[in-house]
């Protein structure tokens, strides 16, 4: 079945680097653009960023712009997400989800946790 | 700065019927938006209910359904049943590779 598994989370200090992962699985990944969404600890869903199938487009939400970069391996079939200069504020649940072609987001992986502190 | 509104919090009783509704904090919601709605239980992943304004996710019942209603997209939730108490997330792409997802609603069934 199509499935996406994020990985990579923990915990960093301010102004350090993480970088996730995100295994996709049961489609043809190298078709379809993907996107990262994230979750702070009891709020909403925020958009970060998107990608493009063949990696020549990338988006990025303002909060994250310069900081944070998406990528994408069509061999590995796995996207990642390098995150620098992280801030307390990115402390959040990071998903991945594959793009449906209107615009929207199906599935979503069962997300990783990313905790910025010192 | 694009704000997507949605109504903070929501009851309806069993077997009801509701509607939620996601609008813009200037503006009017349109199927131009592509609006999309997730629902998401706490400690799980969202669920996709419905994109490109009502076409439905595969599995999803047809209790559930999307339109625009006036200025804002709408999700409305017939023969509501306990297992629907969720948090109801829309998402609108607001255009030059960018999405933004409205504050969600907290739905109680009671």
């Known amino acids: 079945q199509v499935q996406v598994v994020e990985s990579g989370g923990g915990v960093v200090q301010p102004g350090g680097s993480l970088r996730l992962s995100c295994a996709a699985s049961?489609?043809?990944?190298?078709?379809?653009?993907m996107h990262w969404v994230r979750q702070a600890p009891g709020k909403g869903l925020e958009w970060v960023a998107f990608?493009?199938?063949?990696?020549?487009?990338?988006y990025y939400a303002d909060s994250v712009k310069g900081r944070f970069t998406i990528s994408r391996d069509n061999s590995k079939t796995t996207l990642y997400l390098q995150m620098n200069s992280l801030r307390a504020e990115d402390t959040a649940v990071y998903y991945c989800?594959?793009?449906?072609?209107?615009?929207?987001?199906?599935?979503w992986g069962q997300g990783t946790l990313v905790t910025v502190s010192s | 700065q694009t704000v997507v509104t949605q109504e903070p919090s929501f009851s309806v009783s069993p077997g009801g019927t509701v509607t939620l509704t996601c609008g813009l904090s200037?503006?009017?919601?349109?199927?131009?938006?592509?609006p999309s709605w997730y629902q998401q239980t706490p400690g799980q992943a969202p669920r996709t209910l419905i994109y490109?304004?009502?076409t439905r996710s595969t599995g999803v019942p047809d209790r559930f359904s999307g339109s625009i209603l006036g200025n804002r997209a709408a999700l409305t939730i017939t023969g509501a049943q306990a297992d629907d108490e969720s948090d109801y997330y829309c998402?609108?792409?607001?255009?030059?590779?960018?999405?933004?997802f409205g504050g969600g609603t907290k739905l109680t069934v009671l």
């Open positions: 200037s503006g009017s919601v349109s199927t131009s938006y592509y």
């Open positions: 990608i493009r199938y063949d990696g020549t487009k990338k």
């Open positions: 998402v609108l792409y607001v255009g030059s590779g960018s999405w933004v």
């Open positions: 490109n304004t009502n």
């Open positions: 989800a594959k793009d449906l072609p209107d615009y929207a987001f199906d599935p």
């Open positions: 049961g489609f043809t990944f190298s078709t379809y653009a």
